[in-house]
């Protein structure tokens, strides 16, 4: 544990697994929400586009100041949250060199849209005139504000659309990016993780039985194996997928029922060299099963190779998994980074210059099967000292 500590692949899987815990947690609205108009720049991109806002104007707090100083805003909208009822008052706003222009009355239920042709009659606009370009029309200092009145409970909401949002901006649909990449690493972890995991039973179970009996079981299993090592891997893949179905489960399923060959000829090359030892002769003489002698003795040997074998065999699977979802034989429900890359690629996030929401996710798979590569080469380096010789 303590040459674990040291590669920087374990403390970037122990970062990625926090994140992957908290998920939805980290962010105020869930990840299928739309949170802001579509592909929405990052906030830290395109200084002269107005970021997405959200301002509240209640009882206590009925007034805002705006310091604006970009380009008007791509859509606005009110609603009235909370008990009202007919409280008389209005939302004012008040603009550089201009009289306050009433936006609309304060009532329980209330709601508006820019692009209603009610609310800009309203303002006295035309149905085709932009209305957010009528009230931000400039920059310089804004003041939204309620009218005096009675006293309510509810607030108002003042929302206001712009071009950027976010650590990571939106993508075609307005859902927040960051909030769709933390929801891949637990997607991620899991397939490769849970199908790294079966196939590593199963190759274990048949490489023991080729390698401990020998024979018609060691030269059917190994011709299955060459058998299953000739087959294509992807076009299977895809048939599988399309015929059992596109969940999560069913997809890591399909991932472990073509990964274990490896496994297994590992095991059996290990079993082979352990079959003839002279403890094993001594314990098949004293009468011991053969169920016992792989149970107790042979087993545990294997131990340190396939943990190593294990950690090197996840990447593998995040990677297949990830090229499904970018085929698009995924769950469409299910957030992982390959649907997050096809969906950017089937709306045309490339031509639309959102290179947010195709580097990220590609970072990430990188990222997350070079860490599983660091840590299974430490743990392969552990079960055999012979390779850190040879490095050093």
């Given at each position: 544990?303590?040459?674990?500590?040291r590669?920087?692949?374990?403390?970037?899987?122990?970062?990625?697994?926090?994140?992957?815990?908290?998920?939805?947690r980290?962010?105020?609205?869930?990840?299928?929400?739309?949170?802001?108009?579509?592909?929405?720049?990052?906030?830290?991109?395109?200084?002269?586009?107005?970021?997405?806002?959200?301002?509240?104007?209640?009882?206590?707090?009925?007034?805002?100041?705006?310091?604006?100083?970009?380009?008007?805003?791509?859509?606005?909208?009110?609603?009235?949250?909370?008990?009202?009822?007919?409280?008389?008052?209005?939302?004012?706003?008040?603009?550089?060199?201009?009289?306050?222009?009433?936006?609309?009355?304060?009532?329980?239920?209330?709601?508006?849209?820019?692009?209603?042709?009610?609310?800009?009659?309203s303002?006295?606009?035309?149905?085709?005139?932009?209305?957010?370009?009528?009230?931000?029309?400039?920059?310089?200092?804004?003041?939204?504000?309620?009218?005096?009145?009675p006293?309510?409970?509810?607030?108002?909401?003042?929302?206001?659309?712009?071009?950027?949002?976010?650590?990571?901006?939106?993508?075609?649909?307005?859902?927040?990016?960051?909030?769709?990449?933390?929801?891949?690493?637990?997607?991620?972890l899991?397939?490769?993780?849970?199908?790294?995991?079966?196939?590593?039973?199963?190759?274990?179970?048949?490489?023991?039985?080729?390698?401990?009996l020998?024979?018609?079981?060691?030269?059917?299993?190994?011709?299955?194996?060459?058998?299953?090592?000739?087959?294509?891997?992807?076009?299977?893949?895809?048939?599988?997928?399309?015929?059992?179905?596109?969940?999560?489960?069913?997809?890591?399923?399909?991932?472990?029922?073509?990964?274990?060959?490896?496994?297994?000829?590992?095991?059996?090359?290990?079993?082979?060299?352990?079959?003839?030892?002279?403890?094993?002769?001594?314990?098949?003489?004293?009468?011991?099963?053969?169920?016992?002698?792989?149970?107790?003795?042979?087993?545990?040997?294997?131990?340190?190779?396939?943990?190593?074998?294990?950690?090197?065999?996840?990447?593998?699977?995040?990677l297949?998994?990830?090229?499904?979802?970018?085929?698009?034989?995924?769950?469409?429900?299910?957030?992982?980074?390959?649907?997050?890359?096809?969906?950017?690629?089937?709306?045309?996030a490339?031509?639309?210059?959102?290179?947010?929401?195709?580097?990220?996710?590609?970072?990430?798979?990188?990222?997350l099967?070079?860490?599983?590569?660091?840590?299974?080469?430490h743990?392969?380096?552990?079960?055999?000292?012979?390779?850190?010789r040879?490095?050093?």
């Amino acid at each position: 544990m303590k040459g674990l500590a040291r590669r920087w692949g374990f403390w970037c899987l122990v970062v990625l697994t926090i994140a992957a815990i908290l998920g939805e947690r980290l962010f105020a609205a869930s990840p299928g929400d739309q949170v802001a108009a579509p592909f929405s720049k990052p906030i830290w991109l395109g200084r002269y586009l107005p970021p997405t806002m959200e301002l509240r104007l209640t009882a206590d707090s009925p007034s805002a100041t705006l310091d604006w100083r970009y380009s008007p805003p791509s859509g606005l909208s009110l609603r009235v949250e909370g008990p009202a009822g007919e409280t008389g008052r209005f939302v004012e706003l008040v603009r550089p060199g201009s009289p306050p222009l009433r936006l609309a009355p304060v009532r329980e239920g209330f709601a508006a849209d820019g692009r209603d042709i009610a609310f800009k009659r309203s303002l006295g606009l035309p149905p085709f005139k932009d209305a957010s370009a009528h009230l931000f029309p400039e920059r310089g200092e804004y003041v939204l504000s309620l009218t005096d009145g009675p006293s309510f409970e509810g607030s108002v909401v003042v929302r206001l659309e712009g071009g950027r949002y976010g650590l990571l901006g939106t993508d075609q649909r307005g859902r927040d990016a960051a909030a769709l990449f933390v929801t891949g690493i637990r997607v991620s972890l899991i397939v490769g993780l849970f199908a790294a995991l079966l196939a590593t039973l199963l190759g274990t179970s048949l490489g023991l039985a080729a390698g401990y009996l020998g024979g018609w079981v060691d030269a059917v299993l190994m011709r299955t194996v060459d058998l299953l090592l000739s087959i294509p891997l992807l076009p299977v893949l895809m048939a599988l997928a399309a015929l059992w179905g596109r969940g999560l489960w069913q997809l890591a399923l399909i991932l472990s029922v073509f990964s274990w060959m490896g496994t297994a000829r590992t095991v059996r090359s290990l079993i082979l060299s352990l079959r003839d030892a002279p403890y094993i002769e001594g314990l098949r003489g004293l009468g011991a099963s053969s169920g016992y002698i792989l149970r107790r003795h042979l087993l545990p040997e294997t131990f340190p190779v396939l943990l190593a074998t294990m950690t090197l065999g996840v990447p593998g699977a995040i990677l297949s998994e990830a090229g499904l979802s970018f085929l698009g034989l995924s769950d469409p429900r299910v957030i992982s980074w390959g649907r997050m890359l096809h969906e950017a690629h089937s709306f045309g996030a490339f031509a639309a210059g959102a290179w947010w929401l195709l580097i990220p996710p590609g970072t990430g798979i990188s990222i997350l099967c070079l860490a599983f590569l660091d840590v299974g080469k430490h743990l392969e380096e552990t079960a055999d000292p012979r390779l850190r010789r040879a490095r050093t």
